[in-house]
């Protein structure tokens, strides 16, 4: 019914930027609350930043200042704007969408950051 794709990620040294987007396809609906998440190997899986309908957006103590959350509701994609990378911002970046109507939450499939120099 919906689907969830993530792209923009890379390898980026050190204080560089990337943005990644989540574009959601198939049946149109509108979304209470879209997120970023990430997680690390061996890790567990993180909210990095969140936006709600209300609207609101939220981030984790680490991101603040650095990174931004934001959403095209024309396009139907969120956005993860990523500057000043740190190599602990190395992980699998997911993104989740839940919609205002029905009880599901969706997943992208990740896309791979990674911070090195």
Known sequence: QVQLMESGGGLVQPGGSLRLSCAASGRFVSF????WYRQAPGDQRDLVAEWTH????????SVK???TI?????KNTLYLQ??????????VY???ARPIEGANIYWG???QVTVSS
């Open 32 to 35: 209470a609350v879209m997120s």
């Open 54 to 61: 209300l609207p609101s957006t939220t981030y984790a103590d």
């Open 65 to 67: 200042g650095r990174f």
């Open 70 to 74: 934001s959403r095209d509701n024309v």
């Open 82 to 91: 990523m500057n000043n990378l740190k190599p602990e911002d190395t992980a």
């Open 94 to 96: 997911y993104c989740a």
């Open 109 to 111: 499939q990740g896309t």
